[in-house]
Structures are given as structure tokens and as C-alpha cells.
């Protein structure tokens, strides 16, 4: 019997178990799964309540785990491998704080006029702080994109809730329609622009073929001089030649023969991990400057059989081709990423762009009809 009881409460806490990591795995939302919540608030398909809802539970709360922003930080992290400065986030964190606060008062403190009024503020500021998520120069578009796009997507929920009040409570000079217009426009254009840029400088993070001779001293490997490559090139039979070629040496040239000088005079003893004077040793590398992954790392070191230009052509071939192929794998990856996060969101903004268009046709529609019945 007390077996029983006891296997029934060993099952019983299993099952607890079970069931507060899978509640805990739902909970965590990544950046695609807040994009893809927020858009109904976005596309103005949400009452001003609900909208309200999404834009405090996204991009206002005090909560990380449902913040979007910590994601964004992290995904740009990950993908890109940038940082950002204490001073940027610090400017964008009073950029949020001030909107909270102001969006608080505008609903708890006013109404009618004066609700649509106070949040024509928040529309305002969110002009001003716009500049803190840009990029003046294309190298910081990967480092930007992401908080971009999480700005925009705010600022459009926003202007939704301020065009639900303007319809309701309308003041004069205030065409929330021809700014949610101007915002998606900027929007998307960049969106599509930015992200194929985003992805060639993701790229370009993957280094050349690098190239370096190699010496060991006390079993330390050292590099004695290295050459970068990106293209594949003929390398050239060259034989041992003691005294080298200044020409060779003056360019950095990798295939030239070791110098008593470079050589830091090292004999023909093993010990420390030494070849002999007649060996030379090549070590070539590529590495993902974002992941830290040495895509291709490998040392090949001469002998009868197996000269220095074999050696070279054979670490150049193999290490080329292994970068080739990481760089369509990266090339890949990253237009995946566009695919499932931003191309989603500038093909569903369209629609705030053109809507303005589609309205005026109704009504050009519906006045020829009243024409016509009419006549």
C-alpha cells in the first residue's frame, strides 16, 4: 500500500514538473513571436483598449521577459555580433519612460478633446526619439535594424490609437491618416532596402584565408608572417633558398624561405617542439568574427614529398572552399531571417500605405453611383 502511495506522488511530481516547464518554455517569447503579436495593434484591427494593451505589454512594460527590447538587443547579439554603448540604450530607455508616462496621464487624466489632444504629445515625442534607433552610416544598419523596427512598429500602434481618438473626438489640424501613411512608407522603404545590407556586412564579418608561417619555441606556436586571401590563385614551385628574396619579404609573401633573422636563429634540435632548419610550417585559418568559430584551422609543414607549394596550394584550396561554403551557409541563413521577420511585416504595412487609396476609390465609386440613381 505504501508503495503504491509513494509511486503516485513520485508520478504526481513528475507531472508538476512536466507541467511548469512547459508553461515556462510557453512564456518565453522570442523577437518574431512579439512582431508577429503586435501587428494586429499595428494594422489598427484592435479597439484603442486592446491596442493600448499590446503597446504596454510589448514596449512599455517593466517586465524583460515581455519586452521586446531586450530580445531585439539579443538577436542583433547573435546575429550580428554588435554591442551597444551604455549611452545609446540610456538615450532610448528615457525615450520609453517618457512615452509611458505621458500615455498614463493622457488616458487616466482626460477625455473627449482633451484625450485626443494629449496624445497628439505622445506622437510628437515620438518624432523627437525616432533618431536614436537610425543610422547615419550603412556599417551601423545591423547594429540599428532591429531596434528600428521595434520603434516603428510602436510609433504605429500609437498613431492607430490617436486616429481611433481623432475619429471620435476630432481636433482641427491633426491628420493622423497622412502620418501613419508617411511612417509605413519610411518604413518599409528602409525595411527592404536596409536588410539585403545587413546581410552583405554579416558576411563580410567571415575573415579572408589567412595564411601565416609558423615557428614553435618552447612548444608556443608564433606567427612569423601571414598573407590574406579571398580568390583562389596558382601557387608556384618554389625550392628551399637560405638567403630568401627581399623583394618576397618586403610584400609579406608567405611562400618565402625562413631568414637566419625571422628565424630567431632556431636549429635543427626538436626541442620546444622545433622542425629542422629545412622544414617550414604554414598554419591557415578562417574565422566567423561573429560566432568565434574557426570555420577552417589546420597546419601543414614541408618535407621531400611534400614541398611548400603543394603545401600552400593544398591549405589554400581547402581553406577557400571551406570559407566559400560558410559564406553561402551565413548568405542563407540571413535571408532567412529577412524572410521570416522583416519581409512579413513590409508586405502587411503596404496595406496602411495604400489604404488611403483604395478609400478614395470607394468613395469616387459611390458618388457615381448616387449620380446615376439620380439622373
Known amino acids: 500500500m505504501k508503495l503504491r502511495i509513494l509511486l503516485a506522488l513520485f508520478v504526481i511530481v513528475l507531472y508538476a514538473k512536466a507541467s511548469t516547464a512547459n508553461s515556462s518554455r510557453e512564456a518565453e517569447k522570442e523577437l518574431i513571436d512579439l512582431y508577429q503579436s503586435s501587428m494586429p495593434a499595428v494594422m489598427g484591427m484592435l479597439s484603442m483598449n486592446k491596442t493600448l494593451d499590446v503597446l504596454f505589454k510589448n514596449f512599455l512594460t517593466n517586465e524583460k521577459a515581455d519586452s521586446i527590447w531586450p530580445k531585439a538587443l539579443a538577436e542583433t547579439k547573435q ?17 520609453l519612460k517618457k512615452y509611458r508616462i505621458i500615455l498614463s496621464r493622457c488616458m487616466k487624466e482626460n477625455a473627449g478633446k482633451e484625450l485626443t489632444r ?110 590574406e586571401r579571398v580568390k583562389k590563385r596558382s601557387v608556384e614551385d618554389e625550392e628551399d633558398n637560405s638567403s630568401g628574396n627581399e623583394d618576397e619579404e618586403a610584400n609579406g609573401d608567405v611562400r618565402s624561405s625562413f631568414t637566419e633573422e625571422n628565424y630567431g636563429k632556431i636549429k635543427s634540435s626538436k626541442l620546444g617542439g622545433n622542425q629542422n632548419d629545412f622544414v617550414e610550417s604554414v598554419r591557415a585559418t578562417v574565422q566567423d568574427r561573429v560566432t ?35 559564406v553561402k551557409a551565413v548568405d542563407a541563413a540571413c535571408k532567412k531571417y529577412w524572410d521570416e521577420r522583416g519581409k512579413p511585416i513590409a ?14 476609390k470607394a468613395h469616387k465609386k459611390k458618388s457615381k453611383k448616387g449620380k446615376k440613381g439620380s439622373e
Open 292 to 326: 568565434g568559430q574557426y570555420i577552417y584551422n589546420k597546419r601543414l609543414s614541408s618535407s621531400p614529398n611534400f614541398n611548400k607549394a603543394k603545401l600552400l596550394q593544398t591549405l589554400q584550396d581547402e581553406g577557400l572552399n571551406a570559407r566559400n561554403k560558410h
Open 79 to 95: 546575429w550580428f555580433g554588435e554591442d551597444h554603448e551604455l549611452g545609446e540604450l540610456q538615450a532610448i530607455e528615457n525615450d
Open 347 to 360: 508586405e502587411k504595412i503596404t496595406e496602411l500605405i495604400d489604404f488611403p487609396k483604395k478609400k478614395k
Open 118 to 227: 494629449c496624445l497628439s504629445t505622445v506622437k510628437n515625442a515620438l518624432v523627437a526619439g525616432s533618431g536614436n534607433v537610425e543610422w547615419s552610416r550603412e556599417q551601423e544598419i545591423p547594429k540599428q535594424l532591429n531596434l528600428y523596427t521595434s520603434f516603428h512598429l510602436m510609433e504605429l500602434g500609437l498613431l492607430q490609437m490617436l486616429k481611433m481618438q481623432q475619429e471620435k473626438d476630432p481636433i482641427d489640424g491633426l491628420n493622423v491618416d497622412t502620418s501613419i501613411k508617411e511612417v509605413a512608407k519610411n518604413f518599409k522603404e528602409t525595411l527592404e532596402a536596409s536588410m539585403p545590407k545587413a546581410c552583405e556586412q554579416r558576411k563580410q564579418q567571415i575573415s579572408p584565408l589567412d595564411l601565416c608561417k609558423v615557428a614553435d619555441v618552447l612548444w608556443q606556436e608564433f606567427k612569423l608572417k601571414c598573407e
